[in-house]
Nanobody, 115 residues
Framework: VQLQASGGGLVQAGGSLRLSCEAS????????MGWYRQTPGKQRELVASIKKDGTTDYAESVKGRFSISRDTAKNTLYLQMNNLKPEDTAVYYC??????????WGQGTLVTVSS
């Protein structure tokens, strides 16, 4: 399985970005896909996730601003980020999980929000 993330960049506070993560390979039996983010010196944190049945979950800090979605025909996961804040600055990673022990990561895409 390979995950190719894209869409990061530099944006002013209040702006928007949409991240994409295209999956290829044996992507059957996926149970959940998600976006994580990480800043230097901190642990990677879950931003948003979407389960096989379409159920979504968000970190409290992004609720109402971010939206996770997927296009199964294109094998692509998205993260629409609106009203971005400087504290959203991080490297964002997509994640695909098949079971408790099997998960895959994308290469990360940098989001920088200027004040």
């Amino acid at each position: 399985v390979q995950l190719q993330a894209s869409g990061g960049g530099l944006v002013q506070a209040g702006g928007s970005l949409r991240l994409s993560c295209e999956a290829s390979g044996n992507i059957f039996s996926i149970i959940v896909m998600g976006w994580y983010r990480q800043t230097p010196g901190k642990q990677r944190e879950l931003v948003a996730s979407i389960k096989k049945d379409g159920t979504t979950d968000y970190a409290e800090s992004v609720k109402g601003r971010f939206s996770i979605s997927r296009d199964t025909a294109k094998n692509t996961l998205y993260l629409q980020m609106n009203n971005l804040k400087p504290e959203d600055t991080a490297v964002y990673y997509c994640n695909l999980r098949k079971n408790v022990v099997t998960a895959y990561w994308g290469q990360g895409t940098l989001v920088t929000v200027s004040s």
